[in-house]
């Protein structure tokens, strides 16, 4: 049963023939859920456009230069959803995914909820996972100048899209930290899905904060700035925190990455591929938090 209210997703797109076949089949394999998908391209000019149309996906434009704004125009597109995301077109979601993050959220009221995100390398194969702290910790390294989620594993309210007037298009590399650093000082209230990964990020040498660098750390500098100088040693203090906790998931991709490289070992660690057919049952409130 598909719930009433959609969710709508926008997926940005400049030349992403390579991927966006793998992140459309995630969206359209959505449990529990209506979704509702718009690629926003930048003037490819490889096979992105005959693959939307492929699949039936509707396809906007927007000029190159800055990914925000094409989100923009994706998000002002979706009139119908009372829910909104964006999806990197070389990301993708677990099957019930964004089910897992829109009921809860519906029921419970919340505005933005999130959950934990796994890693993967360029061809879709597991590399760690990053667990998040609950909302009321989120909040805090929010103010205080760090991304604390995997942004793909993220949904928020359409209001809080229109209250914020969109993502600041000032930025071209870190708006998604600053959208949810503006939520948060807003007074939304924040919720958490907890347990496995609702989305994977893939982690490659093209990718917009590898190849621009310079401009995301010029960027996380004005922002800093502007979360007022002294937030610099909570930063300090959050970010070693959250390495603390996410020590263990480290770990284990570095044994992973042991036994991979030994002559004796055969085992794999695809985990897109063992999560094709995950666990679909509702989450109970216990795997909740919300933000008070």
């Not at 434009?61 to 070389?90: E, F, H, K, Q």
């Amino acid at each position: 049963m598909l719930t009433p209210s959609p969710l709508g997703v926008v997926v940005p797109t400049r030349n992403s023939a390579a991927t966006l076949e793998s992140t459309l089949l995630s969206l359209m394999s959505q449990q529990r859920l209506g979704v509702e998908v718009v690629v926003v391209d930048s003037e490819s000019t490889d096979e992105t456009l005959g693959i939307c149309g492929r699949w039936g996906v509707r396809a906007l434009t927007s000029p190159p230069g800055n990914m925000y704004r094409a989100i923009n125009v994706g998000m002002r597109a979706l009139s119908a959803c009372d829910w909104l995301t964006y999806l990197n077109s070389d990301d993708f979601v677990y099957a019930d995914g964004y089910a897992r993050l829109v009921e809860p959220g519906a029921r419970l009221g919340l505005d933005v909820v999130y959950g934990n995100g796994d890693f993967t390398d360029q061809d879709g194969a597991f590399i760690f996972s990053q667990t998040s702290f609950g909302p009321s910790i989120v909040c805090r390294q929010l103010a205080a100048g760090t991304m604390p989620f995997v942004q793909p594993a993220a949904v928020f309210r359409r209001d809080v899209f229109h209250q914020l007037h969109g993502f600041d298009e000032r930025f071209t590399q870190i708006a998604d930290y600053d959208f949810y650093a503006r939520a948060a000082a807003a007074g939304f209230r924040f919720g958490t899905a907890r347990g496995r990964a609702v989305a994977a990020f893939r982690v490659h040498d093209r990718q917009l904060s590898t190849v621009h660098k310079a401009i995301v750390d010029r960027e996380k500098a004005l922002r800093r700035r502007e979360c007022g100088r002294y937030r610099r040693f909570a930063r300090m203090g959050w970010s070693a925190i959250w390495k603390v906790r996410n020590t263990a998931n480290y770990l284990g991709w570095i044994a992973q990455r042991a036994e991979s490289r030994s002559p004796k070992s055969t085992r794999g660690c695809q985990r897109a591929a063992s999560s094709a057919t995950p666990d679909t049952g509702h989450r109970t409130p216990d795997d909740l938090e919300m933000s008070p």
